[in-house]
């Protein structure tokens, strides 16, 4: 994902659709460090 200027990568386990909570926590954290808010 390239957003903000920057290149992230984000896995989430195979064959599992789902994205654990640590990943969604961090891409979180990303969003709040770059003025967004939930």
Known sequence: MRLFGERR?????HP?????????????RWFEMNGVKP
Request: glycine share 6%; net charge positive.
């Open 9 to 13: 990568v984000f896995h989430r386990p």
């Open 16 to 28: 599992s659709p789902d994205t654990d909570k640590g990943a969604v926590s961090s891409i979180r």
